[in-house]
């Protein structure tokens, strides 16, 4: 997936400074979401053009989207701001206007084309599937963030938590269960870190990674499969159950 040139200034709050981090920044990180979020801006949408506006162009276009949907397409505009992938986002006064403009794009202003877009569907967004799913040993886990949201904020970079092994008679790892992009960016370790606000200070302990029983996906998992009931342990019943305890009876010699 390509990275989009972004000029930050214009969203960079007032009397702060942007800090480039140096060449030795990370380029990028894969983080995974535990979830499908709810669906809270239905009515919003992203104009986008192929025209090669200046960015003193950019504003007055933008104003002139927002007289067109106003007058020309009879649609109420709650709000508009500008946008880094477009002309700008624009806020409507219920997702049928919003699907109406995107359904009937593009739309012309004089010799100018733009087109609205719903706004998770801008051009940084890809489709992007998981190459595998299978089970990580984590080793020396810490045992107070034996907790799930505590396990879904450390394995982001590793990948999307289907389940965990919460009953596990070993105190020194954690089973989790992924679907992984690619096992290549699975880190060998990680380093957790716990701080507070006040003056920085903090702990940090050092995790080690390893690989299980991985198998190519075959399909991708429904959402609505994957939530956690029972305070986020999908371990209780079902076949889900059963390869929990099997992954885990196969390490269990291991701890004797």
């Known amino acids: 997936m390509a990275a989009f040139d972004i000029e930050p200034e214009r969203f960079i709050p007032t009397r702060m400074d942007l800090e480039d981090g140096g060449p030795n920044r990370r380029e990028r990180v894969i983080v995974c979401f535990s979830s499908a979020p709810s669906r809270r801006h239905e009515e919003y949408a992203i104009a986008v053009t192929e ?25 109420q505009v709650v709000s508009f701001s500008p946008h880094p992938h477009g002309i700008g986002i624009y806020g409507f006064q219920s997702s049928c206007d919003r699907d109406n ?5 593009p739309h012309w202003i004089g ?18 599937v998981f190459a595998r799913v299978g089970w990580v040993l984590l080793v ?39 679907l992984i992009e690619n096992v290549a960016v699975v880190p060998r370790v990680i380093k957790l870190k716990s701080g507070r606000a006040l003056d920085g200070e903090g702990r940090a302990w050092l995790v080690r990674v390893f690989i299980l029983n991985s198998q190519f996906a075959d399909q991708i ?3 609505d499969e994957d939530n956690f009931p029972n305070n986020g342990d999908n371990n209780n019943g079902g076949n889900g159950n059963n390869e929990v305890v099997f992954v885990a009876n196969l390490a269990n010699p291991h701890q004797q």
């Open 111 to 128: 010799n100018r084309s733009f087109s609205l877009v719903n706004h998770d569907e801008a051009m940084n967004c890809r489709r992007s």
């Open 221 to 223: 998992i429904d959402d």
């Open 51 to 75: 025209e090669n506006l200046t960015p003193a162009q950019c504003p007055t276009f933008m104003h002139e989207v927002r007289e067109y949907i106003s007058v020309v397409a009879r649609r």
């Open 101 to 105: 403009l995107v359904y009937n794009s």
């Open 140 to 178: 020396d886990y810490p045992l107070d963030y034996k907790e799930p949201h505590f396990i879904h904020q450390a394995c982001t970079l590793i990948g999307k938590v289907l389940q965990w092994h919460s009953n596990d008679t070993s105190k020194a790892r954690l089973l989790v269960k992924f």
